[in-house]
């Protein structure tokens, strides 16, 4: 086994520790990579703290890594020592269901093996990307593109691939009208992505405190849902809604945005049921809908994508000695719009 240093959570409200975890040796396609940075994402407070169901702790969280090559298992193919890397959401998924065999191992009929909270093949349960290493089979590894610096690149591994991959799934593109609900990690970026491919973007956000900051990054409007007349002036005006929130809202009030055989699709995933009056959808074809991240193929092309348009998150860069505060601004909306930690810094007091 091989002894990382990490950041964990020794309980649902206690504060992170540095502490020592293992790794497994390396299998044959294995990579271990040095870890430079990983985002903080809101997943992970959602599962630290238990409200997406009992997890076992010490826990380490992190699903959005990027760093460096150290060494590859003697039957690797696809990298070599020093490669720019990442790793996401998961790594790694049965392989074998219709859906992996689709290039969509997020939707494995087995269940994805996420990248934390998890019980690996081999029996281990998983641990995430708030540590200094991390061993994943070369098939669950994407390559950075070199035109995106690393700090940057984490958090593309989830909030870049979260929101890529609806906005093409219902086609973002010239001549449609894009709504995106909430302008914070997620939301941010799916402006910027839904503006790269073309849409005309609209925010929804509950107030116009960040207004400039979302026409600044490619929105075209910006509204307050706090003020009822939003919902009334752009009733039936939009094709997509990408709701980022992972809070309970009325959706059945964004459904109303939607025009004929629009989509109102969730990415963000709060702890509360949603409720959805059928009469929303059946007046005017409307769907409502939900995504999960995206494969391995579509988060490569994702990032390729970024490349090429220079798009990249809004970060903050963080030690890992304040993870806690970083938390505790997540859930106060108080980031423009990512932390990520510099993992450099593991070992400061």
């Known amino acids: ?132 290493r991390i061993v994943v089979t070369e098939d669950f590894v994407v390559r950075i593109p070199d035109g995106i610096e690393l700090d940057v690149a984490a958090p593309l591994l989830c909030a870049g691939i979260t929101t890529y991959s609806p906005l093409r799934h219902w086609g973002a593109a010239p001549g449609k009208k894009v709504a995106v609900v909430g302008f914070g990690g997620l939301g941010h970026m799916a402006v910027k992505l839904a503006h790269a491919m073309g849409a005309e973007v609209t925010v929804l956000s509950q ?29 039936g005006s939009f094709d997509l809604i990408v709701n980022t929130v992972s809070a309970k809202i009325d959706i059945n009030a964004y459904l109303s945005l939607l025009g004929l055989g629009g989509t109102l699709v969730n990415v963000g995933a709060p702890a509360e049921p949603l409720e959805v009056n059928v009469f929303s959808l059946i007046g005017h074809r409307r769907s409502f809908a939900g995504s999960m991240i995206g494969g391995i193929r579509e988060t490569q092309e994702m990032l390729d994508f970024c490349a090429e348009h220079r798009i990249a998150p809004e970060i903050e860069v963080i030690s890992a000695n304040r993870i806690d505060e970083a938390w505790e601004r997540v859930l106060a909306s108080d980031v423009r719009y990512r932390f990520v930690i510099d993992i450099g810094t593991m070992e400061q007091p």
Request: with cysteine.
């Open 1 to 132: 086994m091989i002894t990382v240093q990490a950041r964990a959570a020794f309980g649902p409200e206690g504060p992170f520790k540095l502490t020592s975890i293992e790794r497994r040796d390396l299998q044959p396609h294995d990579v271990l990579i040095e870890i430079k940075y990983a985002g903080i994402c809101h997943s992970d407070i959602h599962t630290a703290r238990g409200e997406w169901g009992p997890v076992q702790y010490p826990l380490v969280p992190g699903h959005e890594i990027a760093g460096l090559v150290a060494e590859v298992g003697s039957e690797v193919t696809k990298y070599a020592v020093g490669d720019r890397v990442g790793v996401g959401c998961m790594v790694d998924s049965c392989r074998e269901c219709e859906n992996c065999r689709k290039g969509e191992e997020q939707y494995c009929l087995e269940g994805n093996t996420g990248t934390y909270a998890a019980i690996d093949r081999y029996g281990q349960y998983t641990q995430g990307g708030y540590s200094t």
């Open 207 to 235: 107030t116009l405190s960040k207004k400039e900051d979302g026409l600044r990054l490619g929105a075209d409007r910006y509204y307050a849902t706090s003020d009822p007349e939003t919902f009334k002036k752009l009733a």
